[in-house]
C-alpha cells in the first residue's frame, strides 16, 4: 500500500486533486455540488472529533454539541443582529471554544466509560437547552430562513452567496483548517496530544502537563465543531433540534473511526463515506442507525484503523519531510530554515549541578507502610545504585521523587528547591527525568518523533507559529531533529529511526525510552530498571550509555536486580528492605555487609 502513500505524497497528484476540487461546480449537478459541500462541512467536523478523540485519546458521545452551538449561533447573530458571515463564523467558533474549555474541566477529570457518560450527558444537555429554549432557539420549530446561498440571502463583503460561490467558500475554509491541523499535529503540541492519549503518567515523566493537553484539545476541538455547524446553517437554510441529536454524535464518531483516528487523511476518507454513501441508501433511510451499527462493528473487526490503515496511510509527528522540502525549495533563495544555532553541542546538556535531597521519607499504602524514614542524598554528577529485594520500596521511592504519588510525611528538594508533592510535569520541568519498568513510549510513533517527544520542553515556538508552519518553528524542529540523530547515534538506534516503535523488539524499545529521557536534558535521570529483559550485547550499550550521561555531568539513580550491571556503574548504593535503608555506602561495604546479605544478596545468591 505504500504506493498509495507515494501518489499522495507527490505534488503533482496534489495539485490535479486540487484542481479538480476547484473546477468542479464545472461539471456537477447542483445535487453533488451540495453533497460536497456538506463533504467539507463533515471533514472538519470529523477532524474536530480526530483532534480530541483520535489523538488526545478524549472520547466524546456529544460533539453533536459543538456543532449545534456554532450553527445556532451563526444563525441568530446573523438574523437578529445582522452581523456578517465572517463576524458570525469567529463568535460561533469562540463562543464552542469556551463550552469546550468548559466542559474539559469536568472531561480531564474522568476517564473511559465515565468520560463517554458524561460527554454523553453534555450532548443531551445542550439538546434539551435547544428544544425548550425556544424563545431563542425556536424550540422543536427550529430555526428557517436562515441566511443561505439556496435562498440568494447570504451575502459575504456585500456580493450575495450562489451555491457555486458557497461550495468555493467552503472547499477554501476546508483546505485551510486541514492544512493548520497537519501542521499542528505534526509539531510538538500533536506529539503531547498522542503522548497524553497513550500514557498520562508517561506523559507527565517528559514534563508534559495532561491537563493542559486536555483543554487544548476541548478547545480547539469545539471550535472546529462549531465552525462546521455554522457553516451547515447557512448551506440549509433551517436547522432544528433534530439535525443535532445523539444520532449526530455518534455520526461524527463513526466518521473518525472509519476514517481512521490520529492521522489526517483517514477522517476525511471517513466524511466521505458518510456523505457520499448514506445518500445512495436513501431507501434504507430507517435502519440508518443500524447501518452505522454494523459498520462500527465490521470497522472494528475488520479495520481497527479505519480506511487509512487499510491502505497503510500514516501522519507523520514531526515536520521532518516538510523541512527537507522548504530546504530543497529555498537552498538558493534563502537559507533561512538552514540555519543552526551555534550553541547547540553545549545546549544538549546544560549542567546545573544540582543536589537530589530526600529527608526522613514516608509513604503508606492503605496501613501498608512501603517507605519508612528514609533519607538518602545525591550529588550532581554521580550514579546512585538503588536495590533491594522485591517490594523493598524502590520504585514507590523513584515514583516519590518523580511525583506520581504524594508523600505521606517528609521532604524531597533538588537543587535547593523543595519539590515534594509538585505535580509530576513540573518535576520534570526541574530536570527530573524518570524511566518506567515497563517502556513507556508511544507505541505508535516512530523511534524518531518518540524521541523528539523527549525533548518536548525544550520547544518554544507558540502554537500559532507551529500550525502556520512560521520559519522559526521550522528551524526549532530541525534543530530539535538534528540532536534526535545525535542521540539515536549514541544510542546505536538511527537504523530504527523511521520504524513504528510498537514494531520494534523489546530491548530496542527500552533503549528508545532510555534515549528518549535522554533527550529531556535531565539533571537527574531515574532509571527503574532498564536492564530488565535486554540481552548481554544489549546491557553493554545501556552501560555504555549510563557512562556517558554521567561523564556529560547528569545524576542517575539506578534501580536493577542485576548486580554485575550495578557494580559497574555505580558510585554508591542505597539498599533498602522492606521501606528502610539498611545501607548506605559503596559497594565494595554493601558485598560484605551482613544485614544486606541476609535480606538481598542471600536470596540472589540463593536463587
Ligand atoms: N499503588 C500502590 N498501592 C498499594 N500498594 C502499593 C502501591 N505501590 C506499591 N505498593 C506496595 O508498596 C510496597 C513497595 O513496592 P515497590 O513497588 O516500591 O517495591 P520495589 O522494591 O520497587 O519492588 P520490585 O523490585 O518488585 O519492583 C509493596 O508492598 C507494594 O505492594
Given at each position: 500500500m505504500k504506493h498509495v502513500m507515494r501518489i499522495l505524497d507527490n505534488p503533482i497528484s496534489k495539485i490535479v486533486i486540487l484542481l479538480l476540487l476547484v473546477i468542479a461546480p464545472l461539471f456537477v449537478s447542483q445535487n453533488l455540488l451540495q453533497l460536497l459541500i456538506f463533504w467539507g462541512i463533515f471533514i472538519i467536523l470529523a477532524q474536530s472529533i480526530n483532534i480530541l478523540?483520535?489523538?488526545?485519546g478524549q472520547l466524546s458521545l456529544g460533539h453533536a454539541a459543538f456543532y449545534a452551538i456554532g450553527a445556532y449561533t451563526s444563525a441568530i447573530l446573523m438574523m437578529?443582529?445582522?452581523?456578517?458571515l465572517f463576524i458570525t463564523i469567529i463568535i460561533s467558533m469562540v463562543l464552542s471554544a469556551i463550552v469546550g474549555f468548559i466542559l474539559s474541566f469536568p472531561a480531564g477529570r474522568v476517564k473511559e466509560f465515565y468520560l463517554a457518560m458524561m460527554t454523553l450527558g453534555f450532548g443531551f444537555l445542550v439538546h434539551e437547552i435547544i428544544r425548550e429554549w425556544a424563545s431563542v432557539t425556536g424550540g422543536v420549530m427550529g430555526i428557517s430562513g436562515i441566511n443561505s446561498p439556496k435562498f440568494g440571502t447570504l451575502t459575504i463583503f456585500g456580493i450575495s452567496v450562489n451555491l457555486v460561490a458557497y461550495y468555493w467558500f467552503v472547499l477554501a475554509i476546508t483546505l485551510v483548517i486541514v492544512w493548520l491541523l497537519r501542521n499542528f499535529v505534526q509539531s510538538y503540541f500533536g506529539r503531547s496530544f498522542l503522548a497524553v492519549h497513550q500514557s498520562e503518567l508517561a506523559a507527565s515523566s517528559i514534563g508534559i502537563s495532561p491537563r493542559f493537553v486536555k483543554q487544548l484539545a476541548y478547545t480547539v476541538s469545539a471550535a472546529m465543531a462549531g465552525l462546521a455547524g455554522a457553516l451547515y446553517a447557512h448551506l440549509m437554510g433551517y436547522i432544528g433540534p433534530e439535525s443535532f441529536e445523539m444520532m449526530k454524535s455518534i455520526e461524527i464518531l463513526v466518521m473518525g473511526i472509519l476514517g481512521g483516528f490520529?492521522?489526517?487523511?483517514g477522517p476525511i476518507l471517513g466524511a466521505a463515506f458518510l456523505t457520499f454513501i448514506p445518500s445512495q441508501l436513501q431507501l434504507f433511510a430507517e435502519y440508518q442507525l443500524m447501518i452505522y451499527g454494523l459498520l462500527l462493528v465490521f470497522s472494528f473487526l475488520i479495520i481497527p484503523k479505519g480506511f487509512a490503515g487499510l491502505l497503510g496511510l500514516r501522519t507523520d509527528m514531526e515536520k521532518g519531510k516538510t523541512i527537507q522540502k522548504l530546504t530543497k525549495i529555498k537552498?538558493?533563495?534563502?537559507q533561512s530554515i538552514q540555519g543552526e544555532s551555534p550553541d547547540q553541542e553545549q545546549r544538549l546538556f546544560n549542567i546545573l549541578n544540582k543536589k537530589l535531597v530526600v529527608d526522613n521519607l514516608v509513604k503508606d499504602f492503605q496501613g501498608l507502610?512501603?517507605?519508612?524514614?528514609t533519607s538518602l542524598g545525591l550529588q550532581p554528577g554521580t550514579i546512585l545504585g538503588l536495590i533491594g529485594p522485591n517490594g523493598s520500596g524502590k520504585s514507590t521511592l523513584v515514583n516519590l521523587i518523580s511525583g506520581v504519588y504524594p508523600v505521606t510525611e517528609g521532604k524531597i528538594s533538588f537543587g535547593g528547591k523543595e519539590i515534594t508533592n509538585l505535580p509530576s510535569h513540573l518535576i520534570a520541568r526541574e530536570g527530573i527525568i524518570r524511566t518506567f519498568q515497563d517502556p513507556n513510549n508511544v507505541p505508535n510513533m516512530t523511534v524518531k518523533e518518540n524521541l523528539l517527544l523527549g525533548s518536548q520542553l525544550l520547544f518554544k515556538s507558540n502554537i500559532v507559529s507551529c500550525s502556520i508552519n512560521s520559519k522559526s518553528s521550522l528551524l526549532e524542529e530541525k534543530q530539535m531533529i538534528e540532536k534526535v540523530y545525535k542521540v539515536m547515534e549514541l544510542c546505536n538506534l538511527k537504523e530504527y529511526a523511521?520504524?513504528?516503535?510498537?514494531?520494534?523488539p523489546y530491548g530496542i524499545q527500552r533503549m528508545v525510552e532510555v534515549a528518549r529521557a535522554i533527550l529531556a536534558e535531565p539533571q537527574l535521570l531515574m532509571l527503574d530498571e532498564p536492564a530488565a529483559g535486554l540481552s548481554e550485547e544489549e546491557m553493554d550499550e545501556l552501560v555504555r550509555m549510563i557512562r556517558y550521561v554521567k561523564e556529560k555531568g547528569i545524576s542517575v539513580i539506578l534501580i536493577d536486580h542485576h548486580i554485575d550491571f550495578l557494580v559497574k556503574l555505580v558510585d554508591t548504593v542505597v539498599v533498602l528492605d522492606s521501606g528502610k535503608v539498611i545501607y548506605s555506602g559503596d559497594v565494595e561495604g554493601m558485598q560484605s555487609n551482613k544485614q544486606v546479605i541476609e535480606a538481598y544478596l542471600g536470596v540472589e545468591n540463593n536463587a
Open positions: 478523540t483520535g489523538f488526545a437578529k443582529f445582522g452581523l456578517p490520529g492521522t489526517i487523511i537552498s538558493k533563495a534563502d507502610r512501603a517507605l519508612d524514614q523511521d520504524e513504528q516503535v510498537e514494531n520494534l
